[in-house]
């Protein structure tokens, strides 16, 4: 909520800026960024000339000094610029209650019981670049700390999410017999109506578990990546349409966690090429199986045949 709060004020920055003609929210594509608070803050504190305010960008901005500076040609008028100084204040406000958020966050997750030393954890799969708002201790630390497995190693679950699923489930699995029982629990399976011996509906239940929802976020990430989770999705995709593909990939990423939070498994990727591979090879034992059903004998044809 407070960063919805702060998004907010960030949006009225924008308008007070465009109020006072100027365009900078349109030569930088983040005005929360060092370039951009800097030249906000300068403004609000009295500045007017556009090429010392342009002269604070960052070596790292795209934008040069001469573009920033003709879009900083504009009307400084007294209302606007108390507008700005106002979401400015309340913007700095809601970043110190964040911030103290994260504080209170990483005391309680250090009271916490150890299942693993920090020390233990292998190298990020991917690493990423900071984002705002984003807490200054090490969530990935943490959550393998408390948990006793690296939950980001799974394509899809990136830290924050790691850490929302051990929030939303604890790390004792124990709650659940088995993987069915913890998907069931999520209504990520199929919830088949089934009247006459007939089965009339095999949608899932509808459901406000916010694992589950945070699962979903997970499997909808798998649609672009290059892994043997990314393959399963799309083939669900491709089979089943995006959303049901999508809840499948889903279930996928549940069981996954199930078992590594259950028994400490340890999560591998064999890749896009091995997946699709192990894949034909299963659909061609199926295929074979009903050629030999019906009487019938499936024979490879050769690679590469010239007609």
């Known amino acids: 909520m407070l960063i919805e709060y702060a998004a907010a004020h960030v949006q009225h920055m924008q308008k007070a800026l465009t109020q006072m003609n100027l365009q900078l929210q349109h030569v930088i594509s983040d005005i929360t960024g060092w370039t951009g608070m800097k030249i906000i803050r300068s403004i609000v504190a009295g500045e007017r000339d556009r090429r010392r305010l342009a002269a604070l960008r960052d070596v790292r901005t795209k934008a040069n000094e001469e573009t920033i500076a003709k879009a900083l040609e504009g009307d400084y008028r007294a209302e606007h610029l108390f507008a700005l100084k106002q979401s400015l204040e309340l913007f700095d406000t809601y970043q ?3 911030a103290g958020c994260h504080e209170q966050i990483e005391q309680h997750l250090k009271s916490l019981a150890t299942k693993a030393d920090s020390a233990e954890l292998q190298a ?8 705002r708002n984003q807490p200054e201790f090490s969530i990935r630390q943490q959550a393998f700390r408390i948990s006793g497995v690296d939950l980001t190693q799974i394509h899809g679950i990136d830290e924050t999410a790691a850490l929302s699923l051990i929030a939303e489930i604890g790390v004792d699995m124990n709650a659940w017999k088995t993987e069915k029982h913890f998907s069931s ?8 109506k089934i009247s ?3 089965i009339l509906r095999r949608s899932t239940r509808k459901s406000a578990n916010r694992a589950r929802e945070i699962l979903q976020l997970c499997a909808q990430s798998l649609l672009n990546s290059h892994s043997a989770l990314g393959a ?3 083939r669900m995709c491709g089979h089943l349409g995006k959303p049901k593909g999508i809840v499948a990939a889903a279930h996928k990423l549940a069981v996954l966690v199930y078992r590594m939070l259950k028994f400490g498994h340890q999560y591998t990727d064999i890749g896009q090429e091995r997946y699709e591979q192990q894949y034909k090879q299963r659909l061609l034992k199926r ?6 059903d019906l009487g019938f004998h499936l024979v490879p044809s050769p690679e590469n045949q010239v007609p």
């Open 96 to 98: 110190k209650q964040i």
């Open 124 to 131: 990020a799969r991917k690493v990423k670049k900071k984002r």
């Open 185 to 192: 629990w999520l209504a990520l399976c199929p919830n088949n």
């Open 196 to 198: 006459g011996g007939k």
């Open 232 to 234: 399963y999705c799309r």
């Open 287 to 292: 295929l074979a199986r009903k050629a030999h």
